[in-house]
């Protein structure tokens, strides 16, 4: 509800040279989320019937918001997200001028406090170190798509049973042949991911569980980066116990440090690279957790649900 509060302003006073419809689709909240909705004078649809068999939320919302929308373009996008008065022209503009299928963003990370920023920039350099640019790898924060392509494609229902639907969806797309493009969105789009340290760690718990399915052979990249970022800490302990020369542990935390830095300066916190060994201890714990509870069947807890 809060979100709505923030996304619904910005898209309203975006500058957009077409026909725009804002449709907000209300999936079983227990808030006012409908309420608030609506006194913004947007479209609502509010789902009120249970989630069909082998149907996830989130695919499953999506995917009616598609087929209630009736644009050439469709772009996905979360309600903790804020976006600029000329985000959404510029990138559909892009994805025409350079015919593209699809067009997926990184948008800019507003976290709430430094710890949340520290762990964020850790994982997703973890992320981009084991899959790069991968144009697969769509992020449901800001999905832009031909309608024609995501109807033909079968859309979020061929992946309605998958917890990371947009990566999902952005490697069947692949498979399919159609061009997606992967870009930087700092300049389209803001999103505050979690609002608070809980949600931050069941949030990468999912999210590490499932991308390293996603990622394959690569996976084994991202898991050796993050332990790197991890390694000065035991290598402290290492040093106290006489096992290693002291000097192993300034090397260790400073390429660490550097390491991260480049991600540090896009968050805007350059001097919390100093703490990356923290960071990268938090995302290794959370993807850790999140695989053993998927391997159990317990899941992870997410929005209500278990994922």
């Known amino acids: 509800m809060h979100n709505l509060q923030i996304v619904l302003p910005s898209l309203l006073h975006i500058d957009y040279p077409g026909k725009l419809e804002i449709l907000v689709v209300d999936d079983h909240s227990s808030d006012d989320t409908s309420k608030i909705a ?9 789902l009120m019937d249970v989630i069909p068999p082998g149907w996830k939320g ?38 025409q001028t350079t015919n593209l299928d ?6 800019e990370q507003q976290a709430p406090n430094q710890i949340n920023s520290l762990v964020l920039d850790a994982a997703f350099a973890g992320l981009f170190a084991g899959w790069g640019t991968k144009s697969s790898m769509l992020n449901g924060q800001f999905i832009l798509i031909r309608r024609e392509v995501y109807f033909d494609s079968g859309g979020f229902a061929s992946v309605r049973n998958e917890a990371l639907e947009d990566v999902a969806f952005g490697n069947l797309l692949t498979k399919l042949g159609y061009r997606l493009q992967v870009m930087n969105g700092d300049n389209i789009a803001g999103v505050q991911m979690y609002a608070n340290h809980k949600q931050m760690f069941n949030g990468l718990s999912r999210l590490g569980a499932g ?72 995302v290794l714990i959370t993807a850790v957790f999140g695989i053993i509870s998927r391997i159990t069947g317990k899941g992870v807890p997410w929005k209500g649900r278990k994922v």
Do not use: N
């Open 102 to 107: 699809g067009l997926s963003l990184f948008l």
């Open 58 to 95: 989130k695919p499953y919302t999506c995917h009616q918001g598609a087929l209630m929308a009736k644009g050439e373009w469709l772009l996905f996008t979360d309600a903790d997200t804020v976006h600029t008065k000329g985000g959404i022209a510029k990138a559909v503009c892009y994805a």
């Open 211 to 282: 991308t390293l399915r996603w990622q394959g052979l690569w996976a084994g990249l991202t898991a050796l980066y993050v332990t790197a970022l991890v390694s000065p800490l035991p290598t402290l302990f290492g040093v106290l116990f006489g096992r290693l020369k002291w000097y192993w542990f300034p090397i260790t935390w400073s390429m660490a440090s550097l390491s991260l830095l480049p991600w540090s300066r896009r968050s805007g916190a350059g001097k919390q690279a100093i703490l990356t060994p923290f960071g990268a201890f938090v």
């Open 38 to 46: 609506k006194s913004f004078g947007v479209q609502i649809l509010r």
